[in-house]
T-cell receptor
Framework: NAGVTQTPKFQVLKTGQSMTLQCAQD?????MSWYRQDPGMGLRLIHY???????DQGEVPNGYNVSRSTTEDFPLRLLSAAPSQTSVYFC??????????????FGDGTRLSIL | TQLLEQSPQFLSIQEGENLTVYCNSS?????LQWYRQEPGEGPVLLVT?????EVKKLKRLTFQFGDARKDSSLHITAAQPGDTGLYLC??????????FGQGTRLTINP
């Protein structure tokens, strides 16, 4: 049982480059989300999805795109990387968003540096 | 401005001591979760509290949700080095958004 798998674990990009952070879960969870974690800021929600074909913006969506073509996968795209996007990115999933008790299962993160 | 304020941000104590970490907000949450995060890993859920005034215990950890559902606390009794980590509180807003505090980095010295 892999849970939530994120790839790559580390990435260095140059300003202006684009890339996709991959996230896959094998728990048949409806709800998936992307967070970024910066020192002293906790985790901030970037985008989320309540099911295949449905996505919505979180707290800090600018500069990022997402899609949810399947239940399992929720990739995060950086369109034109900027140094301000240097961060640790976490993908999370839960069975359903619509129940306050649902735990979020997190991947181990992608550490991204933009030069 | 952080919607959920955690205090203290850093805490270093000796093994065997007791400690309390706080999570405060001016907003009401339908539920509140506490997570622990180890270096190089994602957060792992410890507990969810739903009802105002609710108290939950997990071995030496006691979690309390404020009566007005705006704040929460985590109390650790007889702290051990294995308790070291980043503790995050997260409040649910509406059905779909989880808002995190900035975390409390706890170090327990042997």
């Amino acid at each position: 049982n892999a849970g939530v798998t994120q790839t790559p674990k580390f990435q260095v990009l140059k300003t202006g480059q684009s890339m996709t952070l991959q996230c896959a879960q094998d728990m048949n969870h409806e709800y998936m989300s992307w967070y970024r974690q910066d020192p002293g800021m906790g985790l901030r929600l970037i985008h989320y999805s309540v099911g295949a074909g449905i996505t919505d913006q979180g707290e800090v969506p600018n500069g990022y795109n997402v899609s949810r073509s399947t239940t399992e996968d929720f990739p995060l795209r950086l369109l034109s990387a900027a140094p301000s996007q240097t961060s640790v990115y976490f993908c999370a999933s839960s069975f359903s968003a619509d129940r306050g008790k649902q735990p979020q299962h997190f991947g181990d993160g992608t550490r991204l540096s933009i030069l | 401005t952080q919607l959920l304020e955690q205090s203290p941000q850093f805490l270093s104590i000796q093994e065997g001591e007791n400690l309390t970490v706080y999570c405060n907000s001016s907003s009401v949450f339908s539920s509140l979760q506490w997570y622990r995060q180890e270096p190089g890993e994602g957060p792992v859920l410890l507990v969810t509290v739903v009802t105002g005034g609710e108290v939950k215990k997990l071995k030496r950890l006691t979690f309390q949700f404020g009566d007005a559902r705006k704040d929460s606390s985590l109390h650790i009794t007889a702290a051990q080095p294995g308790d070291t980590g980043l503790y995050l509180c997260a409040g649910r807003q509406g059905a779909q958004k989880l808002v995190f505090g900035q975390g409390t980095r706890l170090t327990i010295n042997p």
